[in-house]
Nanobody, 125 residues
Framework: QVQLVESGGGLVQAGGSLRLSCTAS????????RAWFRRAPGKEREFVAV???????FYADSVRGRFTISRDSSKNEFYLQMESLKLEDTAVYYC???????????????????WGQGTQVTVSA
């Protein structure tokens, strides 16, 4: 079992930066797939970024080049560094992990068993 807690959300002006953290407790997530998703108001939850168990990273087209997913295995944490934030990045951001998700399903939220409660990111003009 894994419990996830996000932190680092808040209000930021367009063009600014934020770093989200996801702290895992329970089992180590060292061998897990680790991902970030987000849900904007009135929209479905969508994939943002994933760090697979081999250390590979993949991003949604909308955030590639602006967001970076990373990990600190010694702390059982992973992060989402967000740069050049845009109004359309406003959403609740969720971290998620899976011990069993396969490579082809990493962008699918149904592949993830463990979720945090979400942290609000609001980008203002």
């Amino acid at each position: 079992q894994v419990q996830l807690v996000e932190s680092g959300g808040g209000l930021v002006q367009a063009g600014g930066s934020l770093r989200l953290s996801c702290t895992a407790s329970g089992d180590s997530t060292r061998r897990y797939q680790r991902a970030w998703f987000r849900r904007a108001p009135g929209k479905e939850r969508e994939f943002v970024a994933v760090l697979n168990r081999s250390g590979g990273t993949f991003y949604a087209d909308s955030v590639r080049g602006r967001f970076t997913i990373s990990r600190d295995s010694s702390k059982n944490e992973f992060y989402l560094q967000m740069e050049s934030l845009k109004l359309e990045d406003t959403a609740v951001y969720y971290c998620a992990t899976s011990a069993t998700a396969i490579q082809s399903s990493l962008r699918d939220d149904r592949a993830y068993a463990y979720w945090g409660q979400g942290t609000q990111v609001t980008v203002s003009a």
